[in-house]
């Protein structure tokens, strides 16, 4: 399954879900709270202990009323003196709690939760500001707008702030000289006070004609930005639709500026966002028209985090609501509204459920068949009887998850296990968990099942090739895996020492073919495999593969009977051994098979050993069979093989030719045939 229909499949699950009243469904709220009466509000935000403050315009001065959470006044903060702009948005700073506020100048300025001090910082219209390089989310190109876009001549709305590692980032909207381009403006402030400036996004559909106030701004804890600019809607003309981008898009490349929820017209005056990254929109007079909801004016939304899906819609019960700004209190538990036609700030209850706001694998990387947790992070504590969390894993023959996990009432998080399976090649896994309508993902790299090679080096005593029940381990002999296949250990692979019973093991081996050799030790002769051949392991996933390597010290005479198919008198590649031929040793040099003469038969691959042999000559030979002549040594002759008694071997070969029409003949000798030398390897 792709990774893109397992997403989509999940979310219509969850949406399904939504509608069936399975998990928090989305009906709009109406019962909108008189909070405080504040003259001509445009701006609202919480301090840390829960107070809130609301921009007023008051006869003779402006600045920020501060209320209690029940509405009591707490007192004044004046910002200006007769005539001033005061403040027109405000926000919570949150490393600190304090307020910062925006007038339409664009003067920016930090008040002190506790004290009330009032701290100017700068202002926009007398700071550098780059121009040069705007996305244009109309058009999805970077343009400089013509140079119609001057923040030292431009008119400013909304702020949010958002404080990372020791740096404070400002993102501000505003409205072109000539009251054309809305645009998002970013200001970068350094621990050190140093600070840069530019203009983010802009949108070319915007026209002279359309209503154009400044628009809203939120950023939440992801570093996704949100707002809405104009897009050109075709029938309905110029509206405004919600953006939504990185906030780091013009140094990656990644998250750009896009508009989100088809269909819809949204205006926007204020903005915040939630710690789940969901944002909450003040429609203002102009309002949302909202896919197969209806229009509303001065309505409140709740979108998910990618801007994609309306959450909640809090609605106002008049004509014409011009709501300006929104914010949330710390619990998360009231959304505030400043609302400037009714000169009055007003809250909604927000039921806040839990939600799905972390979700990680640890170890992202495992070998198949073993196990990686998932852990799910919870904005609060899950209600009575726990909150389910819908998994799914996007490839099933790799890795399979629990279809829920629970987190337990009273928690924040849980635990579930990711189980994989055992492959042959490394597979990337996406994990999904959806919650509501929050749906998040995590990769996990599956690789293949490692497997082992293990055996045994033993003392062959018989040297017959076979590990019999007195032949023992023979420790500390040097084992390895000749990755070059040239038959000696080389530097970089790898080896092993056999353990005081002669065992030997390679773990972690990722499946295929490995060459198993051993270092041979003076005085001793490899017996199985044959001397001068090796194992070749083959390594499954997951598999044990198992050989072990036998050598001796007894005299040994072995060898092959083989098909001399071009009757040159020489082993050849192609030649094949010829099984079931009777091969003894002719003590008595007759050219005859007796009683009481030693004799074997000849293995499949036309091997033949005789082990235990006392000092002495041996005169090898083979019993010929109807059909074939002998080839090595030529016909009438024979291996002459002498032991000296001191743990030596030789190897000999047999080679027969088919023949038609044989003739039959006496069998003709000679004496002093050479004696062939030991096979080294």
Same mark, same amino acid.
């Given at each position: ?97 304090? !307020? ?44 400089? &707008? ?14 949010? !702030? ?10 501000? @909207? ?52 949100? $707002? ?6 075709? !029938? ?7 953006? $939504? &981008? ?15 929820? =088809? ?6 005056? #204020? ?11 003040? $429609? ?9 909801? #209806? ?68 170890? @992202? ?19 009575? +009887? ?20 629970? %987190?337990?009432? +009273?928690?924040?998080? @849980?635990?579930?296990?990711? $189980? ?87 773990? +972690? ?26 194992? !070749? ?78 000092? #002495? ?22 291996? %002459? ?13 047999? #080679? ?5 029409? =044989? ?19």
């Amino acid at each position: 399954m792709k990774h893109g229909k397992t997403r989509s499949w999940l979310r219509w699950i969850l949406t399904y879900a939504v509608w069936a009243g399975m998990i928090g469904a989305t009906a709009p709220v109406r019962a909108q709270v008189p909070f405080a009466s504040v003259n001509h509000t445009t701006g609202v935000a919480t301090d840390n202990n829960g107070n809130v403050w609301a921009s007023v315009d008051r006869t003779f001065d402006a600045g920020l009323a501060v209320f209690d959470p029940n509405g009591a006044s707490l007192g004044y903060v004046q910002l200006g003196g007769f005539d001033s702009i005061g403040a027109k948005h405000c926000a919570r700073i949150p490393t600190n709690g304090n !307020i910062i506020v925006l007038d339409q100048l664009g003067q920016v300025s930090v008040v002190n939760a506790s004290t009330g001090a009032v701290i100017p910082l700068f202002n926009l219209t007398l700071i550098n500001v780059d121009v040069s390089h705007i996305y244009d989310v109309a058009t999805g190109f970077y343009s400089a &707008f013509q140079g119609n876009i001057l923040p030292a001549y431009s008119t400013f709305g909304d702020i949010a !702030i958002r404080q990372q590692n020791g740096a404070t980032d400002l993102f501000v @909207t505003g409205l072109s000289q000539a009251q054309v381009f809305p645009f998002v403006m970013q200001v970068h402030i350094n621990s050190d006070g140093t600070f840069w400036a530019r203009v983010l996004v802009s949108s070319s559909a915007s026209t002279a004609s359309l209503s154009n106030p400044p628009r809203g701004i939120a950023v939440n804890a992801q570093g996704t930005v949100a $707002t809405t600019l104009p897009i050109n809607a075709g !029938i309905l003309g110029t509206v405004d639709r919600v953006v $939504t &981008f990185s906030m780091s898009f013009p140094e990656t490349g990644q998250g750009l500026p896009a508009y989100r929820y =088809p269909g819809s017209y949204v205006a926007s005056q #204020g903005m915040t966002a939630d710690s789940s990254g969901n944002f909450y929109i003040a $429609t203002g007079e102009l309002g949302a028209s909202l896919p197969g909801l #209806g229009s509303y004016s001065g309505c409140v939304l709740e979108l998910s985090p990618d801007g994609d899906t309306l959450l909640n819609l809090f609605l106002f019960g008049g004509v014409l609501v011009n709501s300006m700004d929104v914010a949330l209190s710390p619990a998360e538990d009231r959304l505030y509204v400043a609302v400037f036609s009714d000169s009055a700030v007003y809250y909604f209850p927000v039921l806040n459920p839990p939600r799905l706001t972390g979700f990680s694998l640890l170890p @992202t990387t495992v070998a198949g068949g073993e196990t990686s947790t998932g852990t799910l992070t919870l904005s609060k504590a899950a209600p009575a +009887g726990g909150m389910g969390i819908a998994l799914l894993s996007g490839d099933t023959d790799v890795a399979t998850v629990p279809l829920v996990a629970i %987190v337990p009432a +009273g928690e924040t998080f @849980t635990t579930f296990p990711v $189980t994989t399976k055992t492959i042959s090649s490394q597979k990337d896994v996406t994990i999904f968990a959806g919650a509501g309508s929050t749906i998040l993902s995590a990769k996990l790299t599956v690789k293949p099942t490692p497997g082992s090679i293990t055996g045994q080096v033993f003392n062959d005593k018989n040297g017959n090739g076979s590990k019999d029940a007195g032949d023992t381990g023979l420790s500390g002999w040097t084992v390895y895996l000749d990755t070059d296949n040239d038959g000696n250990l080389d530097s970089g692979e790898t080896s092993t020492t056999t353990d005081s019973n002669g065992q030997f093991t390679f773990n +972690g081996l990722a499946p295929g073919s490995y060459h198993l050799e051993v270092v041979p030790q003076n005085g001793w002769l490899q017996t199985l495999p044959d001397n001068g051949y090796h194992w !070749i392991m083959t390594v499954n996933s997951g598999q044990q593969s198992s050989e072990d390597v036998g050598f001796t010290q007894t005299d040994l005479l072995m060898g092959q009977v083989f098909h001399d198919k071009n009757g040159n008198g020489s082993k050849e590649a192609d030649e094949p051994g010829l099984a079931g031929w009777t091969v003894y040793l002719d003590t008595d040099n007759d050219g005859l098979l007796e009683a009481g003469e030693v004799s074997t038969t000849t293995d499949a691959n036309g091997k033949f050993r005789f082990t235990g042999l006392s000092p #002495g000559a041996y005169h090898l030979e083979a019993v010929p069979q109807f059909g074939w002549l002998q080839t090595l040594p030529q016909a009438g002759y024979h291996w %002459v093989v002498t032991f000296g008694g001191s743990g030596q071997w030789y190897s000999a070969s047999i #080679g027969f030719k088919e023949f038609v029409n =044989p003739r039959s003949g006496s069998r003709s000798r000679r004496t002093g045939l050479p004696t062939p030398r030991p096979k080294q390897r």
